[in-house]
């Protein structure tokens, strides 16, 4: 497994956090590398659930290593939170290191990701963001005038650090958006703790996760988000600010592309999409309240009900191919059940009429366009207990035969339920 990539192939939440678990088990170090705690990866334990925001889904092996590295935004009062919230589970994050280099998320953050998207909601641009801060840090970070957690651990420079950042956003708050300026002196009382706190695990982490990866290690490297939501490569403008590609992984751990064995995709085998943005197999109907409720669809972050639909397969070569996948998991086939077809896309027709194969680079391509669906039979029995390929249904088989002649790479494993061992390796 040496250098194993496992990342969100969709529009997030497809369940990369039970998947890095279940790696981890043999993993020496699980590294995150892009996003902050807009993601929300849910973890289930027999009868305990975890929902981790920025902390790697590793931390439940005591011996393994987790890393935030060098390309994760950095809110210090919500890992602290998060650190706390574990370790009264009886969770230990004596191995969890952050990077000295990593944006830090600051009140004025918080607060412009809010007044932007009420700007923008005005005329019905909004984003849908978490609200966690996540682009005004990133927007900093790319200006060159973010606070990095080297500035934010360093006594002597915390309190200047941290009032000429406010002072300068202060200027676009109350300048832009007509908001009241934010009180420097409450934010470094408050804040001065947190880097306190926090200081004993700044450091370079890509000292660690190179060396790990030159004695031959087990790295895992977790993406967060989703693939359709990479500045880049995704439905903008309705992404995030980060790059959830298998690229970004590593200018966001530190490590060259050699460090990277095998990438894997993780798939529902229905969509869901959480935010604004297009979303060409969305269901409005009662099939989509359906998946949406057998599927636990509300978002781990934010409790908003996600949107839901049938399996885009022009997605699913898209993210196939811009990240280079090795293999794909088909997760969260049980909430299917019950349902008499199943519909798969195969290509989209456009308002034009012409009809694409190929994942459109302008979203405005996609707006109206039509669907263009393969359809299966469906399956009532149970799934949830399933654990090799023969004790699944014809019709589940099919399915999931036909989803790999579609999209045209391996599919290695299935996921039947949220906990650790409801998975089956296929291949
Ligand atoms: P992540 O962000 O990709 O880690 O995914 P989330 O944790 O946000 O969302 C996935 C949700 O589905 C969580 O509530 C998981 O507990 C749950 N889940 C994961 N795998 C399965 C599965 O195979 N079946 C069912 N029914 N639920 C699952
Ligand atoms: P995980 O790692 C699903 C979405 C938000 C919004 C857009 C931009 O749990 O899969 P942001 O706050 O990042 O600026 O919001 O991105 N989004 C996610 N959707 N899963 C996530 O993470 C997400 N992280 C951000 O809903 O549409
Ligand atoms: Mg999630």
Redesign the pocket.
């Known amino acids: 497994m040496p250098g194993k990539v496992i990342l969100?192939a969709q529009?997030?939440?497809?369940g990369?956090g039970k998947f890095i678990d279940i790696f981890a088990a043999k993993a020496d170090l699980v590294v995150r590398s892009q996003?902050g705690n807009?993601?929300?990866?849910t973890v289930v334990v027999g009868a305990d659930k975890y929902k981790l925001q920025l902390i790697p889904s590793g931390i439940l092996y005591p011996n393994c290593v987790n890393i935030i590295g060098p390309g994760v935004v950095v809110d210090p009062r919500n890992v602290l939170r998060e650190i706390d919230g574990l370790t009264a589970k009886g969770v230990s994050c004596d191995k969890l290191y952050i990077d000295a280099r990593a944006h830090c998320i600051l009140p004025w953050h918080l607060e412009l990701?809010a007044l932007s998207e009420a700007e923008k909601a005005k005329d019905g641009t909004a984003?849908?963001?978490?609200?966690?801060g996540?682009?005004p840090t990133y927007m900093d970070k790319s200006e060159r005038s973010g606070v990095r957690m080297h500035d934010f651990v360093d006594a002597d420079r915390f309190e200047t650090v941290i009032r000429e950042a406010c002072a300068y956003k202060n200027r676009v708050i109350t300048g832009v958006y007509g908001a009241k300026p934010l009180d420097a002196d409450a934010i470094i009382a408050e804040y001065r703790p947190y880097a306190d706190r926090l200081r004993p695990m700044v450091r370079d982490t890509t000292i660690l996760t190179y060396e790990a990866v030159k004695a031959g290690k087990e790295v895992l490297f977790e993406g967060?988000?989703?693939t359709l939501?990479d500045l880049d490569m995704g439905t903008y403008p309705?992404?995030?600010?980060s790059h959830p590609v298998a690229g970004g992984c590593c200018i966001g751990s530190g490590v060259g592309p050699t460090a990277i064995d095998s990438i894997m995709g993780i798939f529902k085998s229905y969509t869901t999409?959480?935010?604004?943005?297009p979303f060409p197999t969305e269901l409005f109907d009662e099939t989509g309240d359906y998946i949406r409720n057998a599927g636990g669809e509300f978002?781990?972050?934010?409790g908003r009900p996600r949107r839901t639909g049938w399996f885009d397969a022009v997605v699913a070569r898209y993210a196939v191919r811009v990240n280079g996948l090795t293999d794909v998991v088909i997760n969260k086939i049980d909430p299917l059940r019950g349902l008499d077809k199943l519909k798969v896309c195969v290509a989209y027709k456009l308002k034009n009429g012409q009809t694409i194969t190929e994942f459109p680079a302008n979203f405005m391509d996609l707006v109206d366009c039509e669907p263009v669906y393969e359809e299966f039979d469906g399956f009532d029995e149970d799934i949830t207990g399933c654990r090799t390929w023969s004790e699944l249904p014809a019709s589940v088989q099919s399915y999931i035969t036909a989803l790999e002649r579609i999209i045209g790479c391996p599919i290695t494993m299935l996921g039947v339920g949220p906990a650790r061992d409801q998975v089956m390796t296929i291949k």
């Open positions: 969100g529009w997030g939440d497809e990369k996003g807009n993601a929300g990866h990701d984003i849908g963001t978490t609200k966690k996540i682009g967060a988000q989703g939501l309705y992404v995030t600010s999409r959480v935010g604004e943005g978002g781990t972050v934010t």
